[in-house]
């Protein structure tokens, strides 16, 4: 009621206002006064000859009349002009007929309130009726949903032999939390393939959700299996090491996630993840805690020189940093391969390998063409900032050996870079602190506050758990910009986070105007959320903020059974069938309806490569954004028979609301042949990439050939 009366008086203002401009002119009137409406007619008529005087001009120069006719009609103008002057101007005054003011005053309230009548909703006024159109949307979108996957449960029961059809339902029936019906798909899809380790692996995940979360009995010995089958198995390692745990079987369950390690790339938050989960394990059973190594086989290499151009000599100093940094030239903008120097550094003879990496399968093995770009910061900010000098390298690749360039050139004030050689011109890279000399990171941006734990879930809850507090940003990458580790025993806890606490460079409180602070309790001890945790987030905050309250007063959702650590989770190698990825109801490959933008082509395999994929293989094409996070866009799932393949993804197709095609101006698409049927790249999987492209494109066309390098 409240809400109809205010809209009532701001309506009504909103007419008076309206009225105030309309009625004086027609009553006759001024804001000074009342006025007379005089009308000169010579005035008038003079105006007229002088518009016809010059369309006579136009006509002759435009050749349309002769000289002749040109002069007889200006002869004849110039006869009128001198009749009107003769004759004595008139003044008029026009009547003022205040009728139309009174027509008007009564017909435009008449009019918007008639308008708003037959277009309006005075429901939407109604808080309460609002929130029941969109939850019947919610609940019209879940039935959509539940809709394809029935039409898909149907389909299979006619066509029991597609192996393919029964993983997509039981992972989109893991998506909708249908655990026991996921785990009947699953032991169907095992029936067709009984070797398949990693459809084990998923089957041993979603009937230990069915059982509670329970990874004892059935799921165990599936386990085992499959690390029989394919002792390489990441998901199989980190879940066999989280049974070994929870039965205070350390020994073992560093084993497993030690082997890993030695399969991940050193520098990828899975290493250092498990990393974290060895130690605590060796805590437990009394051994010496000791750093995990970073080196790493070098991989794929590139080589050269970087020189500073002798004309920009007098603005750097010694103690200036320098990132020297590969980047692709057609694809994602993050760093292939990053270096850190000092100016007293050059010139730099620099060597870059794929150990640099920042993230699995994205390194100098895995583009045909790179950039190497070179930048010296002031700040030591391995994000671009206005005054920065840089250069880059003409487009190589990885073996060579001679790659020189010259740092010439300023960015500009907007942050951008000046043009590039190359025409996906590197931007500012994001470094990483494992590719980079250690830098001691200022204290800095700081905000302080309080969080406590919902009375509701005490129960849920024991001392010994882990608390870990952090801040995100609220748009931007979802990578923490400061953490702290605690007890649960240290609720309720008052914190103060700052830019010491940084996970990479350049990505702390004060590199972004707004952040929520976040608190998740983990009985892992991970700090990659897992099913079961509890957690609570703050609203939108800044830096400096000292009074940030909030509670952890809910519950992290998915299907990571037993809460097996977080190191197979994002960014990783081989997530739980439960994570974002998987868990995503790729059955439907149809657009729903309203799927938005589209985008299509086709997709082809490297002959070179055909010998390294069978057709049972699965393929995942997805569209990830050129700037901007790098989860999919859109996905679609396919299998190696299907090659070539003409594919069409849209808006339907996302993993995450306002994270769709739509959502970014160009994004790339991607084609992945995965052999363990797992959406993270992996060792030995076959890649290829379009070049950046955007919404309604009908024709992107590329092919799959490139191996990801272990």
């Known amino acids: 009621m409240t809400g109809m009366i205010g809209f009532l008086v701001v309506a009504a203002l909103m007419v008076v206002g309206a009225l105030l401009f309309i009625l004086p002119p027609l009553m006759g009137w001024t804001w000074f006064g009342k006025r007379q409406v005089f009308v000169d007619r010579s005035e008038m008529n003079r105006s007229v000859y002088r518009d016809q005087l010059r369309?006579?001009?136009?006509?002759?120069?435009?050749?349309?009349?002769?000289?002749?006719?040109?002069?007889?009609?200006?002869?004849?103008l110039e006869r009128r002009v001198l009749e009107d002057e003769v004759v004595k101007p008139t003044q008029t005054f026009a009547p003022l007929n205040r009728w139309p003011a009174l027509v008007a005053a009564l017909f435009v309230p008449l009019l918007a309130g008639g308008i708003y009548y037959a277009i309006g909703s005075v429901d939407g006024l109604d808080p309460s009726k609002t929130a029941a159109v969109v939850e019947e949307s919610h609940?019209?979108?879940?039935?959509?949903?539940?809709?394809?996957?029935?039409?898909?449960?149907?389909?299979?029961?006619?066509?029991?032999?597609?192996?393919?059809?029964?993983?997509?339902?039981?992972r989109s029936y893991g998506y909708m939390e249908r655990f026991k019906e996921s785990s009947v798909a699953y032991e169907r899809a095992l029936a067709l393939m009984p070797k398949d380790a990693q459809l084990m692996v998923d089957y041993a995940d979603t009937l230990a959700m069915a059982n509670?979360?329970?990874?004892?009995?059935?799921?165990?010995?599936?386990?085992?299996?499959?690390?029989?089958?394919?002792?390489?198995?990441?998901?199989?390692?980190?879940?066999?090491?989280?049974?070994?745990?929870?039965?205070?079987?350390?020994?073992?369950?560093?084993?497993?996630?030690?082997?890993?390690?030695?399969?991940?790339?050193?520098?990828?938050?899975?290493?250092?993840s498990l990393s974290n989960s060895i130690d605590e394990a060796k805590?437990?059973?009394?051994?010496?805690?000791?750093?995990?190594?970073?080196?790493?086989?070098?991989?794929?290499?590139?080589?050269?020189?970087?020189?500073?151009?002798?004309?920009?000599?007098?603005?750097?100093?010694?103690?200036?940093?320098v990132f020297v940094f590969a980047r692709a030239v057609d694809g994602p903008r993050m760093p292939l391969a990053i270096l850190r120097k000092t100016v007293k550094d050059l010139p730099i003879n620099f060597t870059l390998d794929d150990s640099m990496a920042m993230a699995p399968g994205m390194n100098l093995s895995s583009v045909p063409k790179?950039?190497?770009?070179?930048?010296?910061?002031?700040?030591?900010?391995?994000?671009?900032?206005?005054?920065?000098?840089?250069?880059?390298?003409?487009?190589?690749?990885?073996?060579?050996?001679?790659?020189?360039l010259v740092i010439n050139e300023k960015v500009d004030v907007s942050g951008a870079a000046s043009p590039e050689p190359t025409t996906s011109a590197p931007a500012a890279p994001m470094a990483s602190q494992a590719a980079a000399a250690p830098v001691a990171v200022k204290?800095?941006?700081?905000?302080?506050?309080k969080v406590v734990l919902d009375a509701a879930l005490k129960g849920k809850v024991s001392d010994n758990d882990t608390l870990f507090v952090f801040a995100r940003a609220v748009d931007g990458p979802r990578m923490p910009l400061a953490i702290l580790r605690k007890s649960v025993k240290d609720l309720p806890l008052t914190f103060t986070l700052d830019d010491s606490m940084v996970m990479a460079q350049g990505m702390n409180l004060s590199s972004v105007p707004k952040f929520i602070i976040g608190a998740r309790i983990s009985k892992s001890g991970e700090a990659m959320p897992q099913p079961g945790d509890l957690q609570g987030f703050s609203k939108p905050t800044k830096v400096g903020e000292k009074n940030v309250e909030f509670s952890i007063n809910g519950a992290v959702e998915g299907s990571a059974a037993g809460g097996a650590p977080s190191a197979v989770g994002k960014q990783g190698v081989a997530p739980s069938a439960s994570s974002s990825v998987s868990q995503t109801p790729l059955a439907p490959t149809q657009p729903a309806a309203g799927g938005g933008g589209k985008v299509s082509g086709k997709i082809k395999l490297s002959p070179a490569l055909?010998?390294?994929?069978?057709?049972?293989?699965?393929?995942?094409?997805?569209?990830?954004?050129?700037?901007?996070?790098?989860?999919?866009?859109?996905?679609?799932?396919?299998?190696?028979k299907d090659l070539p393949i003409s594919f069409t993804l849209d808006d339907s197709m996302a993993m995450e609301q306002g994270l769709n095609l739509s959502s970014f101006p160009k994004f790339i698409i991607g084609a992945r042949i995965s052999k363990s049927g797992d959406a993270i790249a992996k060792p030995g999987d076959l890649q290829g990439f379009s070049k950046p492209t955007k919404l309604g494109e009908k024709s992107v066309d590329f092919m799959i050939d490139t191996e990801i390098n272990k």
């Open 55 to 76: 369309e006579l001009d136009n006509e002759l120069a435009a050749g349309r009349i002769s000289d002749v006719e040109y002069q007889n009609n200006r002869s004849e």
């Open 212 to 272: 509670g979360r329970n990874l004892s009995g059935e799921p165990e010995k599936l386990i085992l299996k499959a690390l029989k089958l394919d002792p390489k198995n990441l998901k199989a390692l980190a879940m066999a090491g989280t049974i070994a745990f929870d039965k205070q079987d350390y020994k073992t369950a560093i084993a497993r996630w030690q082997k890993i390690i030695e399969i991940v790339p050193p520098e990828s938050e899975i290493a250092q």
């Open 443 to 449: 204290e800095g941006g700081k905000v302080s506050g």
């Open 139 to 170: 609940s019209a979108e879940t039935a959509q949903i539940e809709g394809m996957v029935a039409k898909l449960a149907q389909r299979l029961e006619e066509q029991p032999n597609d192996v393919n059809g029964w993983v997509m339902l039981a």
């Open 610 to 640: 055909k010998a390294k994929a069978s057709d049972n293989d699965t393929i995942f094409i997805f569209a990830r954004a050129v700037d901007g996070p790098r989860m999919p866009l859109a996905i679609l799932r396919k299998s190696v």
């Open 283 to 321: 805590r437990l059973s009394g051994q010496p805690v000791t750093p995990p190594s970073m080196a790493a086989a070098g991989g794929s290499t590139v080589s050269g020189q970087v020189v500073l151009d002798p004309s920009l000599k007098g603005k750097v100093s010694d103690n200036d940093t």
């Open 370 to 404: 790179f950039v190497v770009g070179a930048r010296i910061s002031k700040s030591g900010n391995p994000m671009a900032q206005p005054g920065d000098i840089q250069g880059f390298s003409q487009p190589t690749k990885a073996g060579a050996k001679e790659v020189n």
